[in-house]
């Protein structure tokens, strides 16, 4: 078969075990042609594209990023996207196309089947493990081990000085980061999108620590974090090109409310991209490869419109559609009987 592959959305931990997974499968034994596109839907639309080898994915496992590029947007945001797009189809020859990617990717990838009959097979991926239909997602792993490790290092460097650290981890939708590093990590208070906070709580949950005798804090937050109505008042983001909040602040504002109702010194550390970059962990190497060896059957097996998903430790099949206009929220008891029995 000719099989094409492209990587969506945010670059991930695992992608590139992934792609090695699916040519060593594909090429070697299944004998198959594998192209990978460049940049996501652009390298398809435009046919730009690389045939993949052994040689090709040789010392992938443990890269981060993603040797093909990745980018946000779909065919649908240009006119002649799904004219183009067919005619890739059939300049090329393809017999399928894998789509690796987000709840965005995979949502794209759901609609040019239902509507075009396209055949796709999906693969979820994203650090912030909010893909619908999966129990988990490769990168995740790897980015609360950073941020684990992160918050490790911020509690001696607090205590040294008796300050508040405001840790800002990923997590737009979902907190599905700042909640396992937050409990990996001992953090005084840990904020989620999915649980509107009170800042004013959040102060007493740090000083009713201080009291206790320790005079240092780590308070972990997603940057999607939300206030609770009329408890703070946050300036009014700007959207991206995609009409999304630009994020990325939050920790910025939490952290001046907790000194001022506190009196104790506060300072602010955004981890950003280095959650996304470096290498996987060996759960997200061995996750990522079995997705990539999965996806293959999935194609040989004509699966089209579903996606390889992980299911209490079994690789499964869900439809691609379970992601459309869907998130993938926090267990709430992990956060109402476990995380907050450590707050303070």
Request: aromatic share 6%.
């Given at each position: 078969m000719r099989i094409g592959v492209l990587t969506g959305g945010g670059d991930c931990p695992g992608l590139n075990a992934v792609i090695r997974a699916i040519v060593r499968k594909a090429v070697d034994v299944k004998g198959d042609t594998v192209l990978g596109f460049y940049d996501a839907w652009d390298g398809v639309l435009e046919q730009r594209y690389i045939e993949l080898s052994t040689e090709t994915v040789r010392g992938l496992l443990p890269r981060g990023g993603t040797i093909l590029g990745t980018r946000r947007g779909s065919p649908f945001d240009t006119p002649d996207g799904i004219t183009r797009l067919k005619k890739t189809f059939s300049d090329l020859k393809l017999e399928a196309l894998i789509v690796i990617g987000g709840n965005g990717s995979l949502t794209v990838a759901s609609m040019l089947y239902e509507q075009l009959g396209l055949p796709i097979i999906g693969v979820p991926k994203t650090i912030d493990n909010d893909v619908v239909g999966t129990d988990a997602t490769f990168g995740f792993q790897t980015a609360v081990q950073i941020a684990?490790?992160?918050?490790?290092?911020?509690?001696?460097?607090?205590?040294?000085?008796?300050?508040?650290?405001?840790?800002?981890?990923?997590?737009?939708?979902?907190?599905?980061?700042?909640?396992h590093a937050g409990i990996a990590g001992g953090a005084t208070a840990i904020l989620v999108p999915e649980v509107p906070f009170d800042i004013d709580e959040v102060s007493q949950v740090v000083r009713r620590r201080h009291d206790r005798g320790r005079y240092a804090s780590v308070v972990v937050v997603a940057e999607g974090a939300r206030p609770k109505d009329g408890t703070l008042v946050l300036p009014e983001r700007k959207l991206d090109r995609y009409r999304?909040?630009?994020?990325?602040?939050?920790?910025?504002?939490?952290?001046?409310?907790?000194?001022?109702?506190?009196?104790?010194?506060?300072?602010?550390?955004?981890?950003?991209?280095?959650?996304?970059?470096?290498?996987?962990?060996?759960?997200?190497?061995?996750?990522?490869?079995?997705?990539?060896?999965?996806?293959?059957?999935?194609?040989?097996?004509?699966?089209?419109?579903?996606?390889?998903?992980?299911?209490?430790?079994?690789?499964?099949?869900?439809?691609?559609?379970?992601?459309?206009?869907?998130?993938?929220?926090?267990?709430?008891?992990?956060?109402?009987?476990?995380?907050?029995?450590?707050f303070g």
């Open positions: 684990t490790d992160a918050i490790d290092r911020l509690h001696t460097t607090a205590e040294s000085h008796d300050r508040v650290m405001v840790v800002e981890v990923m997590g737009r939708d979902a907190g599905w980061i700042a909640l999304h909040e630009q994020l990325g602040d939050i920790a910025h504002f939490i952290a001046p409310e907790i000194s001022a109702r506190t009196g104790y010194e506060s300072r602010v550390v955004q981890l950003g991209h280095i959650q996304r970059g470096g290498t996987p962990t060996a759960y997200d190497r061995v996750l990522s490869t079995r997705f990539g060896l999965s996806v293959v059957d999935a194609v040989h097996e004509k699966a089209f419109g579903e996606m390889v998903v992980l299911k209490c430790g079994a690789i499964e099949r869900v439809k691609m559609s379970v992601t459309q206009g869907c998130t993938r929220m926090i267990d709430p008891a992990l956060f109402a009987d476990v995380a907050a029995t450590f």
